[in-house]
């Protein structure tokens, strides 16, 4: 065995006799042999073999700008030889304040106030726990409940999960959850509405308001797209009508834009695209370039009004982690922002938009097994069907996504699937080649899967 595939064998070794991975069925993954990543620069991965793979989902929609960018790990860097750590709590720093007040210029106005964490499942903890105590000391604590979309997904924690709308993910934890209320979710394709999904949903949820809208402490929604869920995407202008009604019927709104936000859609956010301002933000992944877990729920001056008072008067947010606010990930973020300003990264994202829905239509839309794309600015899901006429599902047991998503690796790209959809969320500073070559491997390995399954 040469040394590189020795390092390999004993790595996976390693890992199969101690790690749980995430989202993963062991038993497969002790049966595989799991590609063990060495190193990464710009927007490619290099495993322990040698073999290299473009990053075609910002390792899980987190890197933003590649990476070993040379801005944030300097920041990064330069912080270390300060502090790398210290308490949020009866404490304030320099990147932590710094961050707040950069955040609070680039989001949707009257979102003026910070509040840190350290991953997208916490911050939008936060966001349910700040809504509800809101309106508790509001004198309104019978509004205990949530208004969201079905196959909603915002973390893995029990208050996150209670607002997800997973079959697969959630459903088994139903006996721990709070219940929410919900309503379908606006994506046509699958929708007995079809076009006319959006405007159900809203009837449903106007419906719902109006019935008993001052239960409901926040309408939650993953703006513009739901991610997890398979990329489910909602039509321009839906966003700016959920505003108007929770402004109708006095229930707060919560954009939960952990996946959308810093640019991903084509817009720095997807609120910002609608024009509106949501009463509390999430924030997380692409905060700090992808770099550091590092998350911030923001909110408006008169949710964080409502929770001043006299000590005694109870009205603290008694809310925090260990990490809050952790000084890298604050210098990661902060040089994060600076470079998606200064080097005009935005510009960047038009273009290679505009590069990938012309790949899209031309090239992954005709081939015979997929059955819808859905996209907003580089956030895409290819939907694979066993039948296009009827739309049919390759089974769930057969993991045709992740059977295509395994084979693209052999053209030299890394992307995951959710269920039958694939999803391609490159960084957004992707060069023209690399686009091809994300279009060039998606091609590929969506056509030799068809021909496996006697469809090509
Ligand atoms: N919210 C949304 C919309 C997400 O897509 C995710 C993760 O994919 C989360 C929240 C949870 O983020 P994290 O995995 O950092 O907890």
Request: glycine share 8%.
């Amino acid at each position: 065995m040469n040394p590189m595939t020795s390092r390999t064998h004993a790595l996976r070794e390693l890992d199969k006799r101690y790690v749980w991975h995430p989202f993963t069925q062991m038993k497969d993954w002790c049966d595989s042999e799991p590609v063990v990543i060495d190193h990464a620069k710009g927007h490619m991965l290099y495993d322990t073999d040698g073999n290299t793979y473009l990053d075609g989902v910002s390792s899980l929609w987190a890197n933003l700008l590649g990476h070993r960018v040379p801005e944030i790990d300097q920041a990064i860097m330069e912080q270390m030889g300060k502090v790398a750590h210290c308490t949020y709590l009866g404490l304030a720093h320099e990147p932590g304040a710094r961050l707040a007040e950069k955040l609070v210029q680039i989001t949707p106005a009257g979102l003026n106030k910070v509040f840190y964490s350290d991953s997208g499942a916490t911050s939008m903890e936060i966001a349910l726990k700040m809504a509800y105590q809101y309106w508790y000391h509001r004198g309104e604590s019978q509004r205990n409940s949530f208004l969201t979309l079905e196959e909603a997904y915002h973390g893995d924690t029990i208050g996150s999960v209670s607002l997800g709308g997973m079959e697969l993910f959630h459903t088994l934890f139903r006996p721990l959850l709070f219940p929410v209320e919900r309503i379908p979710t606006p994506y046509a394709y699958r929708s007995p509405y079809g076009e006319k999904a959006a405007e159900h949903t809203l009837e449903r949820a106007e419906a719902i308001l109006k019935e008993k809208g001052n239960t409901i402490a926040a309408f939650v929604i993953e703006p513009l797209m739901q991610g997890a869920a398979g990329m489910l995407s909602q039509p321009a202008g839906f966003v700016k009508k959920v505003r108007e009604l929770c402004d109708r019927y006095n229930v707060l709104m919560v954009a939960d834009e952990v996946a959308v936000g810093f640019g991903r859609t084509g817009h720095l956010f997807a609120c910002e695209k609608e024009g509106i301002s949501p009463d509390i933000m999430a924030l997380a992944k692409g905060l700090t370039g992808g770099y550091l877990p590092l998350a911030a729920t923001l909110t408006t001056d008169e949710i964080y009004n409502a929770f001043l008072g006299e000590y005694e008067e109870y009205k603290t947010f008694f809310h925090g982690h260990t990490y809050t606010a952790n000084p890298l990930g604050c210098a990661a973020a902060l040089a994060t922002l600076d470079y998606l300003e200064t080097r005009k990264v935005m510009d960047n994202v038009q273009v290679r938009i505009d590069q990938l829905a012309k790949g899209l239509s031309e090239r992954i839309s005709p081939l015979p097994i997929v059955g819808d794309i859905r996209r907003w600015g580089l956030m895409t899901g290819i939907e694979l069907v066993k039948d296009r006429e009827t739309k049919e599902a390759f089974p769930g047991a057969m993991q045709a996504g992740a059977k295509v998503c395994f084979l693209a690796r052999k053209y030299g790209v890394m992307i995951r699937p959710l269920g039958n959809v694939l999803v391609l969320m490159p960084p957004l500073t992707l060069h023209e080649q690399e686009m091809e070559l994300l279009l060039d491997a998606v091609e590929a390995a969506v056509k030799e899967f068809a021909v496996e399954q006697g469809l090509g």
